[in-house]
């Protein structure tokens, strides 16, 4: 466990330590975002927490962000290797967030009597990491879910997977693949990690307090939600909630409250804004993520079904990538037209200045009044805003270049 008295911002979260240590709970503070509680009383302070803890460097410091450079690792490594594809199976490719990549390398495991560890609803629209070992519940894990899953309970599993000699995919942000491979010891050979870009992680009480006003708002309980759905396309995608009175909530992503909250990095985790996993080296022998940009990297290629763009970062990853070479549509790409179209590769969101406010009156406003207090109209704020956030990064990436 990460020193928590300084800042928050040095703990993303992971759950290594509570995962090792009966002492440590994972506890969720007023902002909505868990963090480890010692139980001093059956503390005895022998600092495998901080050793688990992959925030935590072999010097005791906390690990900082460190800017990648483009070209830095030319020379020294053929790492990552990057690529556009998407799935031929066009309905996965449907139901998964970009280009339904992350089925393919899951199937493959399974394939071969593996296990795959992902994150998936429970009961209440708890978001959770869990295993599964069926093709058909391969649908449980598919699509991003914008929250921050728990993953404290599954570490053990996997440790014990792994023992007992079960291939394991894993897949989860860069700091969840960062925690995982701490408690394992590092890079196992039946281990296969996959990291997603990562914007970062809203809160919890956002998304709690959201969920309750639909639910009151549609007379029932919420039984599920999608984040990305694609009936509008990939990139006009819309959140779509089902609920347990037959009714359908529907609103484009520029248009739902949640998303506009989350998007405009107002709602992140602290440790979102300095995460030192937003860089290259990736954590993952795998990183997936959106390929937006795709149109200006890759003239012609783009249908808007969803592209994943994929990094390759270890021969492990190289492996898995090339055995699906039949069931996916693949064009090799480059690291930088990657991160031009996808800054959050190589570097964490900014804060939005408004946060600290918003976080105050995350429990007093409505979800209407937080966007009416903090966010532009969407008819022409989001466009403007968008507009000046694409200026932005093509500069930056100018800069870097
Ligand atoms: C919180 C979050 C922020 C993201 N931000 C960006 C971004 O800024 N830019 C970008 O290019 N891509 C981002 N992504 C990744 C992107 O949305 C897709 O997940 C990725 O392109 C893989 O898509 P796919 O079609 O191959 O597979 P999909 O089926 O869409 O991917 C599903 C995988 O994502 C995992 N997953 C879903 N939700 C979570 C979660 N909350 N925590 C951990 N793992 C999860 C599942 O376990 C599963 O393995 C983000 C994903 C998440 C979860």
């Known amino acids: 466990m990460v020193p928590l008295d300084d800042s928050k911002e040095n703990c993303t979260g992971c759950g290594a330590c509570a995962a090792y240590c009966p002492h440590l709970t994972m ?62 199976n066009e309905l996965i490719r449907g139901e998964s967030s970009s280009g339904g990549v992350f089925t393919l ?53 996997i440790k014990s997977f792994l023992d007992r000699g079960r291939e394991v995919l894993f897949s989860g942000t860069p700091c969840q693949v960062a925690g995982l491979n701490s408690s394992v010891g590092g890079a196992h050979e039946l281990l296969l990690t996959c990291d997603l870009v990562c914007h ?5 009480r956002l998304f709690r307090n959201y969920i309750q006003e639909q639910e009151a708002a549609h007379g029932a309980a919420a039984l599920g939600i999608s984040f990305r759905d694609k009936k509008s396309g ?13 009714a359908v909530y529907e609103k484009s992503s520029d248009e739902d409250g949640f998303m506009r909250l989350f998007l405009s990095d107002l709602s992140l985790r602290p440790s979102c804004y300095v995460c030192p996993f937003s860089t290259i080296p ?4 795998i990183t997936l993520g959106d390929y937006w940009g795709v149109a200006a990297a890759h003239p012609g290629i ?22 699906l070479a039949d069931l996916m549509t693949v064009y090799p790409s480059d690291i930088r037209k990657g991160v031009a179209g996808n800054p959050c590769i190589i570097r964490p969101v900014s804060m939005s200045p408004g946060r600290r406010r918003f976080m105050q009156d995350l429990g007093d406003l409505s979800m209407a009044e937080l966007c009416a207090q903090y966010l532009l109209p969407p008819s022409w704020g989001e466009r403007g805003t968008a507009r000046m956030k694409r200026f932005l990064s093509r500069a930056r990436n100018l800069l870097y270049s």
């Open 27 to 88: 506890c969720m503070d007023e902002e909505g975002f868990r963090y480890p509680r010692v139980d001093m009383a059956g503390c005895s302070e022998c600092g495998r927490c901080q050793h688990l803890c992959p925030m935590v460097t072999g010097d005791g410091t906390v690990l900082k962000h460190h800017a990648w450079v483009a070209g830095e690792i030319s020379g020294q490594s053929s790492y990552p290797q990057v690529y556009a594809a998407w799935n031929k």
């Open 282 to 285: 990736r954590q993952g022998d």
């Open 234 to 246: 990939w990139k006009r995608y819309s959140v779509t909630i089902k609920f347990a009175n037959g």
């Open 200 to 204: 970062g992680v809203p809160s919890d």
């Open 105 to 157: 390398l899951a199937q493959g495991i399974l394939q071969r009597g593996g296990v795959v560890v992902g994150a998936g609803f429970g009961p209440r629209l708890q978001l959770c990491h869990m295993a599964v070992d069926t093709a058909d519940d391969l649908k449980l894990l598919r699509g991003s879910k914008y929250l921050q899953s728990d993953m404290v309970d599954i570490i053990g599993g």
């Open 302 to 323: 783009d249908d808007d079904g969803g592209v994943t763009l994929v990094l390759l970062n270890s021969v492990q990853g190289l492996e898995a990538f090339e055995t």
